[in-house]
């Protein structure tokens, strides 16, 4: 009679965690988000309610937890890369403790370093950044040197980003990229200096994550020996 | 015949991705850093080559690797967290790479995230905060209303970390929390106002994280129904 709230990971359902899949496969309810692969959803028990997220408020998601929650069932809420990052679940969790419901969390892989790191970049790296700083849409605050830069739905709005980001320092030359449907097989990357990140991504679609920062140039060095085994690390 | 760069996740063995369990349950060879929780070691082929990171410098790590990739060993290098963060997985790569010899990335959950979560403390949460900044000691440039920050490594040097973000603007009374040992059962986590942090989490040990932000004020909020099932959620 618990309501978990459970990272799915990235994309790739091989990266929700050991305790996840396992509570995946045995719960009484899965109510997911439309980016949670369909391999996982198929991961739970045949007789298990199967609730798509889509088309419900942040309310209406609130309550159906609760309701479940007060079922009695072992309820899976199923949420794309991890639950706190971005993801709204201190809300759910809130609304279930209001309701004197047991809830857990199980974190999840975050898009944060798992799409950088499957188009072959990572997030730090010893005498090329040392801090990140992450956010939705622009107005970023000061860049500090030795810095990488993670934007969590820029695509939509990237001239804005780039705009915002040049008005707080970063140099236009600054290595940049697009990784769109990140650790998924039909996963794209376009890599770009900064300023002209918005025409070099232009025909990009799909969820996306932006990365500015030296790390970027990293790719070079990392991505050559890569092969496509996991989805993980396409070009 | 690839060396791969699996992240462990923060603690908890649970909480390693279902990819990278199936890996160790396969390898040849599993070289291993210190924070990886011995219930995962022992996940590797009883006839599988253990080598503890421990007393190896970095060179000799990424030699290491290199030797045991061409022996054509299938090779897991399992990593604290996530192997891109903070984690000098790109070093590692770069040396494989340079040497021919095929490399994987398999992206684990990072403390960044799961640690708080494990305090019952969201990285992010509608209204509260919609940013993240995270870094390693101090200096960490301009603070941002609705920010997060996140110090890795900060517990040693916690009254230093905690004047450098004075400095950088965060108000005193800002509420801040230190997780020691995240995710695990023997988890502690201090909460106080950011200029009083210091003396209260003196006694602490342990691989810690810090955290500034008015999300951990959320924590009174969410804690209150979870119980300490999964060694995740203890107060």
Redesign the interface.
């Known amino acids: 009679m ?1 309501v978990w709230l459970v ?1 799915a ?2 994309g ?8 996840g ?2 509570l995946v496969r045995s719960c009484d309810a899965l109510v997911y988000d439309r980016l949670v692969s369909r391999e996982l959803v198929d991961e739970a028990p045949e007789d298990a309610l199967r609730i798509a997220r889509e088309e419900l408020s942040q309310n209406e998601i609130d309550d159906l937890l609760v309701t479940l929650g007060r079922e009695g069932l072992e309820v899976v809420r199923l949420k794309g890369g ?10 759910e ?2 609304a ?2 209001k309701a ?11 898009s ?3 799409v ?3 188009a ?7 005498g090329v950044a ?7 849409g622009h ?6 040197e030795g ?1 990488t830069i993670v934007v969590f739905m820029g695509l939509q709005n990237l001239p804005r980003v780039v705009e915002s980001l040049l008005a707080d320092g970063v140099a236009p030359g600054t290595p940049a990229a697009v990784v769109s449907r990140g ?1 998924l097989p039909e996963q794209e990357v376009v890599v770009a200096r900064l300023h002209e990140l918005p025409q070099a991504a232009a025909e990009l679609d799909g969820p996306a994550l932006v990365i500015v920062g030296e ?1 970027v140039a ?1 790719r070079e ?2 991505v ?4 496509n ?2 989805g ?2 396409a070009g």
Chains 1, 2 share one sequence.
């Open positions: 618990t990272g990971g990235p790739d359902p091989g990266l929700i965690t050991a305790k899949l396992e991890d639950p706190f990052v971005f993801g709204r679940g201190g809300e969790a809130i279930l403790v004197g419901i047991d809830v857990q969390v199980v974190p999840g892989v975050s944060i370093a798992a950088p790191a499957a072959g970049i990572p997030l730090t790296h010893r040392d801090r990140v700083r992450i956010f939705t107005g970023s605050g000061e860049h500090v810095e650790t790390v990293m060095r990392i050559p020996a890569l092969r085994q996991l993980l690390l």
